[in-house]
């Protein structure tokens, strides 16, 4: 068999998380399939993990295969902020795939090596290059993660007609994604402006527009959330409020600015149904209509790895 | 599937192949090629089917990720394309997407209504256009890496892919960018250039740019050429050129000779930013009255990427050289003399005087050929003179039913006779006395050298270069109500003095002569190829 040449760079976003960034770090390193680099993004985070990356660096025991960098960002710019720099820095470093995931999500040993042979035999399958391969996401606990399964297209069920344990999918959350060299120098990064919230949502709908994605069974990652919970405006609270309003603004501008006015509105309705169901407290509630109001004025611009940040 | 060979280095695809209708020309290349829009999508089956694995080694890189503007085409390994009845013509495709609004009815109805007042209208519009074609013109901007992503209108930055090198000892060829395989003057002599190209020893890859049935491909000139007919768009981008920059990867390339190839054009900068050393060199025909000129304003504006313009006629060295002020080095003049006729041997052909003389019409029945012209000539003669006269109108075109009415209308169908191309064009020539030739516009017909050739006088209308062979007594005013009444004036007198229609010969005889003393096209472009070969 020919030798893979393809460079898989692992990419690791975190933020305060230290324990849980260890255990993905230790994942990675066991690895069946060993990526060929590992990029760590320091999202600016406050509790020694700067210390401790430091320390990892010079003790990284792997790096006659793994070509190790870590990208220590002066600020804290979000899940999407730091996704968007780790992938632009996988295109710099000449990766063919960017393997993405939060620091709060552990692949399996073998979770690396059954997405690329997944990738592999779906694009075969298809005839074309896909735009993204994802695992299948479980809570700690073995039981699907529930608010991270991917949305599944018309034909879902296609590859698995052929033998294949795929679906093909239209949109998925960055825990364990392969994303193609190809489909970010086309496509572009995803909106490092969202902070958080919606920014794997819309990357992975805007990738898919012409061919779908596909979730791979066999590769597994747990995520090692709080509680295993879906997420709805019927769950606002002072806790996640913040959250739930960057939710707004990006998905309101997503709708009204790639969609339309209509499926704009039909966003609001939808958020006002599920905080009048789930009671959401009026101050809540108003914070979220600013921040959907916000959308109108709110639509960042594509970014793309081969043109260079300004600085 | 050698253009998907080439841009597909090393790929196993699938070619579907379909029957289409007559109406439609072929899809050959571009992007409906990967998506089966018209074929699979409309519900075609394929009449064969074969798996080709492309052998071409590459030297760059060659991603099978395609789009359209910003719309991904995807590439399944599948291309489906689109065949013609053997037997299909344009005006087949015509038919089906008849030109029948408001507005070309109104034309059309005036044209056959009253065609020498309309041409007023028609001829002011070419002044204007020619006015316009004189206006100094500015340089063409190529769509760069570096403007493209300047320009903000793009959001979506541009990559840059460098061609690789074609190996050494790679198989020298040269790129003859045609319009289309179909009859044509500049076709004509682009087939002769292939020969050429052969002769000097190098492999000719052709490349079209045009929708057509390409009634031409099958022709044997064109025997041992790689022959790329592209149906637009490709699966290109900006940034890149995927195949040429496969050709100049796999070939040698010395030279690119372009006539009438809009593609190459655009192009050419792409071929001298990576391949300096290159020689580019266009033939240019005529200048047309709309687009500024046409063909020469798109050579023009391209100037400083092509190394030699090769024109047919002094009149276009002069627009060129005089009006655009292209440096007159670059420009030459090589006249196609010998292309179809042998100037050398001609003699005067005289005729029966007790019979009436004969005037003929070569050409296709088109709009540039100007019919309605010849026919209220004949219709002019024919009433101040009747039976003095014969006239032959050979050819075809989209306006053989406007021209069978109009001869039906004057009743001049026992004195006009209508000719096919079937029918070989020498044998008009000997039928003939003298050839009228009506057209709104031409370079240097072809026709005029044959005519000369076959001993027949010529009388012109005064376009383009025809004033370089046809001198003041057989050149025609251009609007149709002058040219029919100068024509009527210059027939009469060849009709009654013998003497006349020899000394016009021999006039043009002489002038053809000095004309053919100017290296001729076949020579200028033999030593070019010679030179190229070193």
Redesign the interface.
Known sequence: MAEDKRKIAAVVVTFNRLDKLKTVLHCLETQTRLPDQLIIVNNAATDGTDKYLEKYQKDFKLGDKIQLDIVTLPENVGGAGGFSAGMRRSYELGADFAWIFDDDGYPQPDALEKLVDGYDAASEK????IPFACSLVKFIDGTISEMNNPVTTWDWGRLMAQGLNIALVSRCSFVSVLIPR?VM??Y?LPYKEYFIWFDDAEYTMRIT???PGIQVMDSVVLHDMGSNKGVNYSMIDDKNIWKFEYGARNEGSFHLHHEGVYQYARFVAMVRNNMHRGHVAKPLQKRVYKKLREAWGFNP??D?P??PVKR | MNYNALIQPGRTLVFKLYMGEKWQYPRLTDLTTLNGLLTREAGLKPFEELSMTSTVEPGSAYPPQYFDQDQQVIDTGVRYLLLTPDDATDKDVESKHPNDGPRAKLYNALELSFPTQFDVFRDTKRSIREYLGRKPVKPWIPRTVERENAWSGHHHPVVEIKPGKAPAGSRKAVIIAMHWFQAGGAERWALETVKLVKQAGFYPIVITDRDGHQPWITRPEFDDALLLPLTAPLQERPGDAPLLRALFEHFDIRGILIHHCQWMYDRAWWVKKYFPQTKIVDSLHIVEYFFRGGYPHESAIRDQWIDLHHVISPQLRHWLVDIHHLDGKKVVVAPLVGLTADAEKATFKPRDVSKPLTVAFVGRMVRQKRPEAFILTAHALQQARPGKFRFIMQGNGDMDIFADTLIKRYNLGKVLERRSMATPVAKTYEDADVLLVSSINEGITLTTIEALSAGIPVISADVGSQSTLVPKQGLLRRMTSKMVHDAQSALTHLADSEDNRKQLWVAEENRLEKFSQLESADDLFARMLKGWNK
Do not use: F, H, P
């Open positions: 298809m005839g074309t290059d190809w120098e086309d572009g527009k012409a061919c611009q594509v793309y081969q043109v």
